[in-house]
T-cell receptor, first 113, second 113 residues
Framework: NAGVMQNPRHLVRRRGQEARLRCSPMKGHSHVYWYRQLPEEGLKFMVY????????ESGMPKERFSAEFPKEGPSILRIQQVVRGDSAAYFCASSRGLQETQYFGPGTRLLVL | GENVEQHPSTLSVQEGDSAVIKCTYSDSASNYFPWYKQELGKRPQLIIDIRSNVGEKKDQRIAVTLNKTAKHFSLHITETQPEDSAVYFCAATPANTGNQFYFGTGTSLTVIP
């Protein structure tokens, strides 16, 4: 049973470009979460999704960031017009249900030049 | 919303000694408390968790205690080994706000051989 998968593992973008981060949850998991981790800092919640629905996006910046979890395929975190401050590790996690253990993917390390 | 504080931020112990990391939370509705270990450049991995209907849980050298009245919970690692060196994060999740995990700021543990 494969764990949570994320790709790419590393992503380099220039200011103003778009970044697309993908996350495939563990088999049998229908809840997906995205977290951002700045260097030497903790994990900050961004968004929580179930299939085709955004449940909680209270941690997502109001502009340039969006997330989706379509019926088929991985969850996507999209950052438009990236700025240097977007450089961070973005982790995806998944769980089987509410109030259940969240398992993390290996993360995508985004570097904005 | 929930606020999780974690202490200490750094901790050094001699191999074989015990390590204790403490977290406090603010929302009395929180009822699930996982602990994650993150090695440098790796994903956070669940090491132990506890629910609010239990006061203590143990798994080999790792134990977690929960004091609901005082709203704090602690991670105890006994007989520490160099491979225990990592950053440890506590988290809390309130039952009434969906599924978001609120993370502490992390404790960098170094076990000196």
């Amino acid at each position: 049973n494969a764990g949570v998968m994320q790709n790419p593992r590393h992503l380099v973008r220039r200011r103003g470009q778009e970044a697309r981060l993908r996350c495939s949850p563990m088999k049998g998991h229908s809840h997906v979460y995205w977290y951002r981790q700045l260097p030497e800092e903790g994990l900050k919640f961004m968004v929580y999704l179930q299939k085709e629905n955004i449940i909680d996006e209270s941690g997502m910046p109001k502009e340039r960031f969006s997330a989706e979890f379509p019926k088929e395929g991985p969850s996507i975190l999209r950052i438009q017009q990236v700025v240097r401050g977007d450089s961070a590790a973005y982790f995806c996690a998944s769980s089987r249900g509410l109030q259940e253990t969240q398992y993390f993917g290996p993360g995508t390390r985004l570097l904005v030049l | 919303g929930e606020n999780v504080e974690q202490h200490p931020s750094t901790l050094s112990v001699q191999e074989g000694d015990s390590a204790v990391i403490k977290c406090t939370y603010s929302d009395s509705a929180s009822n699930y408390f996982p602990w994650y270990k993150q090695e440098l450049g790796k994903r956070p991995q669940l090491i132990i968790d506890i629910r609010s209907n239990v006061g203590e849980k143990k798994d080999q050298r790792i134990a977690v205690t929960l004091n609901k009245t005082a709203k704090h919970f602690s991670l105890h690692i006994t007989e520490t080994q160099p491979e225990d060196s990592a950053v440890y994060f506590c988290a809390a999740t309130p039952a009434n706000t969906g599924n978001q995990f609120y993370f502490g700021t992390g404790t960098s543990l170094t076990v000196i051989p």
